[in-house]
């Protein structure tokens, strides 16, 4: 790939650090529909959460929306051959689900259908592998009016809407993510409020977990009935690991609670068919509506975990025992570096999380589905985007990821978070996370350092391989 090299002389190729990759690691960018496609009225789409969430006043970042978002929708060409220029091998995108099923069940809507197909042939055709993942967030609003995911029913209807995707483009697309971040839309969409549908209802959001769980296991066999055997279906997870601050008694003990309420809640279901024990007691809930069989359901074994890792939580004892999803942390952590999100930025703890899923979990393979950094980056209208900390931030994690394969990790790949800017959730357009910036005023894209600086390792690991 000649571009690094041309346009960045001072890049140097990552030799020693892509020597640390097998040959058939997979190195990719990964994206969400609501978070870069834009098009929210067209074709078809209906409504979903997240638009209406963006339209209440004061939830997102001076009122921005997903409206326009990075235009992706009209510029798919444009965008595959970015990721083509990149030296990309995988694509994770997201499929909107109120494109598919406007009323997130019964009738489904053709031209949202098409518009994936048309994606997924583009990158095939640019040789780019896709990753699919069935839901990131936007769920249809019609099924909210109905209690979204506090409401069993909502499962039922992922289970049948992922059928249906998987009928359209399992011939063509061998990786499936059922859900992105579970926690995420549990806990920040019904606990705490900060994400769609804005809920304040603690005991929805151990409920709502229990339903994305189910929804998850009861759409695993419908897309393995339409795909095929070399197909891989799994579930991504945000996955913060926890370390203790001291040794103190009290810290050991909040440390087991954050670990239970951060990672336990939705890895034991799926891994070990339980929740852990004390869980719930201890939050001073109870237990979600659990039907004879969900555990069983939920458990059901999947090819691989995605794991997004983007920072570390260190505890500190509080005297008297804390509620699980209330562990004292210590932030800022003295001396520590931190991304504009101002979360600490902690390379070993990808290292150190994987180490630890291999061996309380083991899953049979692992994809880090999302990892980068929010700069603020800026543009000068001529250049690149000069973004030397977020180039700093991805070689340190993963450096941190060939350690991993080295301890036995079954580590297959790699999603840099993001491949353009765009719509951070309740942060609006004013967080930047791509390594390709994004002009949102003529939706121009420039590729920033970190993207040459990702390509040089990309076609670095390629040499390696292809002379070996
Ligand atoms: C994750 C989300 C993703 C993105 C990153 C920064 O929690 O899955 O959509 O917003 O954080």
Redesign the pocket.
């Known amino acids: 790939m000649s571009l690094t090299h041309e346009r960045h002389p001072q890049i140097q190729a990552e030799t020693h650090l892509a020597a640390a990759f097998p040959a058939n690691f997979l190195w990719g960018a990964a994206t ?1 529909a609501y ?1 870069i496609e834009g098009a929210a009225f067209e074709d078809g789409r209906g409504p979903s959460i997240w638009d209406d969430f963006a339209a209440t006043p004061g939830k997102t970042y001076q009122g921005h929306n997903g409206d326009v978002a990075a235009d992706h929708y009209h510029l798919v060409n444009e965008d595959t051959d970015l990721m083509r220029q990149l030296g990309l091998g995988a694509y994770r995108f997201s499929i909107a689900w109120p494109r598919i099923l406007p009323q997130g069940r019964g009738a489904v809507n053709v031209a949202g259908l098409d518009f994936y197909d048309r994606l997924v042939d583009t990158l095939l055709a640019k040789g780019i592998t896709p990753f699919a993942t069935l839901y ?1 967030w936007d769920l249809p609003s019609p099924l909210q009016s109905k209690g979204g995911w506090a409401n069993r029913e909502t499962a039922l209807a992922f289970a049948d809407y992922a059928e249906i995707v998987a009928q359209r483009l399992g011939d063509r697309v061998a990786n499936w993510i059922t859900l ?2 579970p926690w ?1 839309s549990a806990y920040l969409g019904y606990a705490v409020g900060v994400h769609a549908p804005g809920m304040q209802d603690r005991q929805a959001a151990i409920d709502a977990g229990h339903h994305l769980l189910l929804a998850h296991g009861l759409a695993v066999p419908r897309i393995r009935a339409h795909t095929s055997s070399q197909s891989e279906v799994g579930i991504t997870l ?1 996955l913060t690991p926890v370390y203790a601050a001291d040794d103190r008694p009290e810290t050991q003990r909040d440390t087991a609670l954050a670990e239970a309420f951060g990672l336990g809640w939705f890895l034991d279901p799926l891994f070990r068919g339980k929740y852990p024990d004390g869980l719930f007691e201890n939050l001073k809930l109870a237990q979600p509506p659990i039907q004879e069989g969900d555990l069983a359901t939920i458990s059901t074994p999947i090819d691989f975990l995605g794991v ?1 890792n983007y920072s570390r939580q260190l505890v500190r004892g509080a005297a008297a025992q804390p509620l699980a999803d209330q562990c004292e942390s210590v932030s800022p952590v003295p001396g520590a570096c931190y991304t504009d999100m101002g979360w600490e930025i902690y390379p070993h703890g990808l290292r150190d999380l994987l180490v630890y899923l291999h061996q309380a979990y083991a899953p049979q393979k692992i994809y880090v589905t ?1 990892n980068g950094a929010a700069f603020q980056d800026s543009w000068d209208g001529n250049g690149s985007v000069s973004d030397p900390r977020r180039v700093e931030f991805l070689r340190a994690y993963i450096e941190g990821l060939g350690e991993a394969i080295e301890q036995g990790v079954p580590l297959r790949g790699y999603f840099v ?1 993001s491949l353009i800017d765009n719509f ?2 309740a942060e609006g357009y004013n967080k930047r ?1 791509g390594i390709v910036y994004i002009d949102y005023p003529t939706q121009r894209r420039v590729i920033k350092e970190s993207g040459y600086w990702y390509a040089a390792l990309l076609s670095a690991h390629r040499d390696l391989h292809q002379s070996a």
Do not use: G, K, L, P
Request: with cysteine.
């Open positions: 969400a978070q990131h992105n971040e995420c945000s997004n999302e978070w951070e959730w996370f």
